[in-house]
């Protein structure tokens, strides 16, 4: 009996399956009112009767920005390397041992000052014979030079002895130099590095390693090595046209430098150098800044930002980054709000941006709308709400945090770099290639806009 039942419950449950799946499919592939109601009636799920209605033309909620020209300054961040403006190894010009070291390692020296003292007896008594011998033959000379003029002597005898007498004063100069040598002394005045030797260490002339190395952080210069396509988009702010480029407009730019901690270094520099070669390896080419470092705060090696004063432009128009958007091959678009309420999506050309708003070079102009917040369901031709939206951060000035970078769609942004967080894109939606600036969705210009809908249960 017990069996039967067990049957007759399993039978149920199968039966009872089976229609709960047919009555799923009717519902989904013929969309009958009566097959509703019996799902909604086993799943309790809400049916259109409920009350609630699709309004397929209820207008996209957005927030947009409004263009408007102005004037700004057109900075280039570059990345650099500080090196010293002047570097000396200080070597060993005579052999001998070293008796003292007379200078503290990492402090500033001064130039002539003595850093070293090398045992000076062999050197000392050298010169000491030469003095003599110098001494010796002068009275030699002065002796044919009175018979001389006696003509007691030959002319010829005078003239040996003169000569004499100069090899011996040369003589002298030489043992007076390697006598002067054993004071190695700081051939510039600057900062002082680490001794590579000690007292009772043994040096020789033309030894290979530097007993230690002197170098002039004031001024401290910064090498860039941008690349050539970054040199030649150098616009003349004289120049009205954009395509017109002059790399020599870099030389006796203002240049404003950022450490690594994002500290903002108190003083302005400028840049010096174009190297006249192209690293063919990198193509890059060299560009080098000059900064004054009065407190020795800046030295050599370390990685800094350079921000680099182009100019200004006048009437320019900026947008937030947030609302440049690029297509799966990488051009960039905006949404813009047409005068009667619908979104058109428009090819822009934008090079570079400056702080968090993207400059634009073409494909808009001022007091149109772009949007900047709701494009998840765009489409072409959708009708939207929009909004202004007056708290977005405008910042076009030089910050350690904002930096200037050109929008190539062929680098991938950082996770910390990123200005925005791109939305949700739709199942049918295309997402675009990453852009240095954002994420963003992109609508088929076929796509048509579907308002959201809430379900009452």
């Not at 109601?37 to 409004?66: C, K, W």
């Not at 007076?176 to 700081?186: G, N």
């Not at 290979?208 to 090498?223: F, S």
Request: overall charge negative.
């Amino acid at each position: 009996m017990n069996v039967i039942k067990s049957n007759a419950t399993s039978l149920g449950r199968v039966l009872r399956g089976f229609i709960l799946t047919s009555a799923a499919t009717m519902l989904v592939f013929t969309g009958c009112d009566q097959v509703k109601r019996v799902y909604s009636s086993l799943f309790g799920a809400p049916s259109d009767e409920a009350g609630v209605s699709r309004n397929e033309d209820a207008a996209i909620e957005v927030g947009t920005y409004t263009l408007k020209p102005e004037t700004v300054e057109l900075t280039r961040e570059l990345i650099g390397r500080t090196r010293a403006s002047n570097t000396a190894e200080v070597r060993p010009q005579v052999n001998g041992v070293v008796l003292e070291r007379l200078f503290e390692e990492g402090k500033l020296v001064e130039k002539d000052q003595v850093l070293y003292h090398i045992d000076d007896n062999v050197y000392r008594a050298n010169y000491e014979k030469a003095q003599a011998r110098y001494d010796n033959l002068a009275l030699i000379k002065d002796r044919y030079f009175a018979l001389k003029e006696k003509e007691a002597t030959s002319e010829q005898s005078y003239e040996e002895a003169l000569y004499n007498w100069k090899i011996a004063g040369a003589e002298l100069d030489l043992a007076k130099l390697d006598l002067d040598y054993c004071q190695i002394k700081a051939p510039i005045s600057g900062r002082i590095g680490l001794s590579e030797i000690t007292v009772g260490a043994l040096v020789t002339d033309g030894q290979q390693g530097a007993l230690t190395t002197i170098q002039q952080v004031d001024p401290i210069y910064v090498d860039m090595n941008p690349s050539v396509r970054t040199l030649l988009e150098t616009v003349s702010p004289e120049s009205e046209d954009l395509s017109e480029t002059k790399a020599e407009f870099f030389l006796g730019a203002k240049a404003t430098l950022v450490l690594e901690d994002g500290w903002k270094y108190p003083f302005d520099g400028k840049v010096t150098l174009i190297d006249n070669r192209i690293q063919e390896d990198l193509g890059a080419v060299t560009i080098r800044a000059e900064f004054p470092n009065p407190e020795q705060v800046m030295l050599p090696g370390m990685f800094v930002r350079v921000f680099v004063n182009e100019g200004t432009r006048e009437n320019a128009l900026l947008i937030p980054q947030q609302a440049l958007f690029r297509t799966p091959a990488g051009d960039p678009y905006v949404w813009v709000v047409e005068e009667d309420s619908t979104v058109n999506q428009r090819p822009i050309v934008s090079k570079r941006n400056l702080g968090n708003m993207a400059l634009i070079d073409s494909g808009l102009k001022a007091g149109e709308r772009v949007v900047v917040e709701g494009v998840q369901h765009l489409a072409q031709g959708a009708k939207v709400a929009a909004k202004e939206i007056t708290n977005l951060p405008n910042t076009t000035t030089l910050e350690p945090a904002l930096t200037e970078t050109l929008n190539e769609p062929s680098k991938s942004p950082n996770a910390e770099d990123a200005q925005s967080v791109a939305p949700t894109a739709p199942q049918n939606q295309t997402t675009p290639a990453a852009s240095p600036n954002q994420t963003t969705p992109v609508a088929p210009q076929n796509q048509t806009a579907e308002p959201a809908q809430t379900d009452a249960k």
